[in-house]
């Protein structure tokens, strides 16, 4: 009787299976793979697209930066709903799976300290913004133009065309120069004169060439501040304005014509002085000067030094 019994549950199992579909594998359905299969087919299509939307979107109301943390955020995320939807479709259970990725995760976090300290660096530079994508920036001793600001690190591209990776908790630890974070500069020129020259004079030539200069501002104005009597010369600085784009070309030009102008004035950049002494015991040395004619030596003199 048990065994009749038996028989016919087994009978009526395989009848309510082939009415509802055939089983791959034992457990699975057919129609359960399709749709798994389904789903993955246009789930991730879809994920590209919705990261690609995200990232536009960020650029064009935030920025570059925020676009470029707030489209991976969005990738991994769907990508990881995909994956636990289409596993959960198939019928396995994710518990015992969550278990060991809770272990995992905690042996983990030990062993990637570093790691979870750049993570939370790169959270506070993305809210504090204190760069963006495309700024130049300096970290000590790297210049660069800034690729992209991700959760680990920052990547640059330095001006000679090389790559550094930065990691988020060093940026976050030392001082970050950003160079074109506003759109105007000022180039300072030191300029030495001699002592023979007016400073009044001197300033009024300086002035007058930044004001020639195409690409030098007059808003603000250029300045020329005495910085006091240097070893050999008067020591000015010359302070012109230009935009962040014209600073390197502002920077040749505005030297090369302060030479030729102070030539054409004929104001004197004069160089160090030295006086050679030998001692009481020897005789200074012999020095005849001839009007358009090379300094030199007696032929005793040049026997002597040698």
């Given at each position: 009787?048990m065994?009749?019994?038996?028989?016919?549950a087994?009978?009526?199992?395989?009848?309510q299976g082939a009415?509802?579909?055939?089983?791959?594998?034992?457990?699975?359905?057919?129609?359960?793979?399709?749709?798994?299969?389904?789903?993955?087919i246009v789930?991730?299509p879809?994920?590209?697209?919705?990261?690609?939307?995200?990232?536009?979107?960020s650029?064009?109301?935030i920025?570059?930066?925020?676009?470029?943390?707030?489209?991976?955020?969005?990738?991994?995320?769907?990508?990881?709903?995909?994956?636990v939807t289409?596993?959960?479709?198939l019928?396995?259970s994710?518990?015992?799976?969550?278990?060991?990725?809770?272990?995992?995760g905690?042996?983990?976090?030990?062993a990637?300290?570093?790691?979870?300290a750049?993570?939370?660096?790169?959270?506070?530079?993305?809210?504090?913004?204190?760069?963006?994508?495309d700024?130049?920036?300096?970290?000590?001793?790297?210049?660069?133009?800034?690729?992209?600001v991700?959760?680990?690190?920052?990547?640059?591209?330095?001006?000679?065309?090389?790559?550094?990776r930065?990691?988020?908790?060093?940026?976050?630890?030392s001082t970050?120069?950003?160079?074109?974070r506003?759109?105007i500069?000022?180039?300072?020129?030191?300029v030495?004169?001699?002592?023979?020259?007016s400073p009044e004079?001197?300033?009024?030539?300086?002035?007058?060439?930044?004001?020639?200069?195409?690409?030098?501002?007059?808003?603000p104005?250029?300045?020329?501040?005495?910085?006091?009597?240097?070893?050999?010369s008067?020591?000015?600085r010359?302070?012109?304005?230009?935009?962040?784009?014209n600073y390197?070309?502002l920077?040749?030009?505005?030297?090369?014509?302060?030479?030729a102008?102070?030539?054409?004035?004929?104001?004197?950049?004069p160089?160090p002085?030295?006086?050679?002494?030998?001692?009481?015991?020897?005789?200074?040395?012999?020095?005849?000067l001839?009007?358009?004619?090379?300094?030199t030596?007696s032929?005793?003199?040049?026997?002597?030094?040698?």
């Amino acid at each position: 009787m048990m065994l009749a019994t038996l028989l016919y549950a087994l009978q009526a199992d395989a009848q309510q299976g082939a009415a509802t579909g055939t089983e791959l594998v034992p457990g699975i359905q057919l129609i359960t793979v399709v749709r798994a299969l389904v789903m993955v087919i246009v789930g991730i299509p879809f994920v590209f697209l919705l990261t690609n939307w995200v990232r536009r979107a960020s650029h064009a109301r935030i920025g570059a930066q925020f676009g470029l943390v707030a489209s991976k955020l969005v990738f991994y995320f769907g990508l990881a709903t995909l994956v636990v939807t289409t596993m959960t479709e198939l019928g396995f259970s994710l518990t015992p799976l969550l278990g060991a990725a809770g272990i995992v995760g905690i042996a983990l976090g030990f062993a990637s300290q570093t790691s979870v300290a750049n993570v939370i660096a790169g959270l506070f530079l993305i809210v504090e913004r204190p760069f963006v994508v495309d700024d130049l920036i300096q970290v000590d001793q790297h210049m660069g133009r800034v690729l992209s600001v991700d959760t680990i690190s920052v990547k640059l591209r330095t001006l000679d065309n090389k790559f550094v990776r930065i990691p988020n908790e060093t940026l976050v630890k030392s001082t970050v120069t950003n160079i074109t974070r506003f759109p105007i500069r000022r180039l300072d020129v030191m300029v030495g004169v001699a002592y023979k020259e007016s400073p009044e004079r001197v300033r009024s030539i300086l002035l007058d060439v930044a004001s020639k200069n195409p690409i030098a501002l007059m808003e603000p104005e250029p300045l020329v501040i005495f910085e006091g009597f240097g070893e050999s010369s008067l020591d000015l600085r010359f302070a012109v304005w230009t935009t962040r784009e014209n600073y390197l070309a502002l920077k040749n030009s505005l030297q090369e014509e302060v030479k030729a102008r102070f030539d054409m004035e004929g104001i004197e950049i004069p160089f160090p002085h030295r006086t050679l002494y030998v001692g009481t015991e020897s005789e200074a040395f012999p020095i005849r000067l001839v009007p358009g004619e090379p300094v030199t030596g007696s032929s005793e003199d040049t026997d002597a030094t040698e």
